[in-house]
């Protein structure tokens, strides 16, 4: 960080809810669409056992400090406090591959940016010039 500290967290852990940044967070609706949409069933068959992982080290601190160690051998659990949560979104198609790249579906009143993939938060203005655009060219 700019400031000298270190930031390390889980990456692909699994949110029950759309705007859920804790475990107890849930949405029966959100986590419904999640378990119907087909694709997400075959992410979790190519997937799943990394995902696993993630929530293992998310909820293990032992675990996660275990895993910081393969990159900082000096590292202990007295070092790490928690953080801050954030949600990505990842889009998936039908047959359960990942949407790498950026995707728009656009009416004739509003533009949806359906999947912004890292990194969203670096490209955020990027996007708002395109959409931007886009909108004036209409």
């Known amino acids: 960080m700019i400031n000298g500290q270190i930031e390390a967290g889980p990456n692909a852990v699994l949110a029950l809810k759309r705007e859920g940044y804790k475990f107890s967070d849930i949405n029966l609706k959100d986590l419904s669409d999640t378990l119907t949409w087909p694709g997400f069933w075959k992410v979790v068959g190519k997937y799943g056992g990394i995902g696993m992982g993630e929530i293992y080290r998310s909820l293990s601190k ?4 275990r895993a910081l160690q ?3 051998p000096e590292i202990t659990a007295s070092d790490l406090v928690p953080g801050g949560a ?6 998936c198609d039908r047959q359960g591959n990942l949407i790498d790249d950026f995707n728009y579906l656009e009416y ?3 533009i949806h ?3 912004a993939p890292s990194p969203a938060a670096t490209a955020c203005l990027s996007i708002g010039e395109l959409i931007t655009q886009k909108i004036i060219s209409r």
């Open 108 to 110: 004739p009143n509003i």
């Open 62 to 65: 032992a675990a996660f400090t």
């Open 70 to 72: 393969k990159l900082i």
């Open 113 to 115: 940016v359906r999947n």
């Open 86 to 91: 954030g949600v990505r979104a990842q889009a």
